[in-house]
């Protein structure tokens, strides 16, 4: 009896499987590999990349490769890799954020192959200048991971505030370009290089991010630009407290925007210019705190 209900289930998850991928409009498949050990890792692999009548995955525990089957007009393989890293799953593109890593099943959490490896000092003690050399070769390692780090984000931070003080100027034309720029920027960040802290901020901020980027590059109308500014800056501010800074950030706030609830922006200058009301109210606002 036993033998026949699991044969059942099989056939079960099978016809699903195939209605699941016959309802998918515009189907495109791809395969890409996921790192998992268990029939409980496939479940929570295909459950986190699954969504009704757009996307259908299927990961193969022996092999570590997934079936991607999705609607090329309404979603990507990225955000399909995405929402998996989220439920705690590696693939070569996006790394899974350590806590979730961490609240794993014993069973489920696998070797994690892509993570960079926290290497010991302990090693070599008893021979003092292969030691030097090692640090020396390490804080070379670390400097250049910086580096790219940065150059990865500086894109990013630069053209938001451009945004930022094209509305100082109370310029809608500019700022419309600029935060398409901001929008290309954020598409262009490779996920891979950047470190642990910057990975899980960018997880969880980079849809809104490129939302409302988009959202101010098609408005012309500078007082909606300015209110998704507001939103906009939340997820910036997250995303400097994250990153290593090449100079002090300062962010800002302006008590008397949106009928007195206040609203925040970064700066490279210590000085207030309000970008939410302009020349009406330039200098309207204070520093709350200096990230570097």
Known sequence: MKSLSKIVMVIGVLLSSVNSFAQIKNAKTETVKIYGNCGMCKATIEKAGNVNKVASVEWNKDTKMATLNYDDKKTNQDEILKRIALAGYDSEKFL????????LPGCCQYSRELKPVAKSNDAGMHMKNEHAKHNQSDMAKKNTAETQNATQLKAVFDNYFSVKDALVKT?????SAKAAELAKAIKAVE??????????????????LTVNAEKISTSKDVAKQRET????????????????????????????YNNGKGANWLSKEEA???????????????VQETIK
């Open 96 to 103: 899974a954020p350590d806590d979730v890593y961490a609240k």
């Open 171 to 175: 310029d809608a034309g500019t700022s």
């Open 191 to 208: 996920m891979a290089k950047l470190s642990t802290d910057e990975h899980t901020t960018w997880m969880k901020v980079m849809k809104d």
């Open 229 to 256: 500014f507001a939103l906009l800056s939340k997820n910036m501010y997250e995303l400097a407290k994250a990153s290593k800074q090449e100079t002090p950030v300062y962010y800002q706030h302006c008590p008397m």
């Open 272 to 286: 207030v210019k309000n970008p939410y009301y302009g020349s009406q109210m330039l200098t309207c606002g204070s």
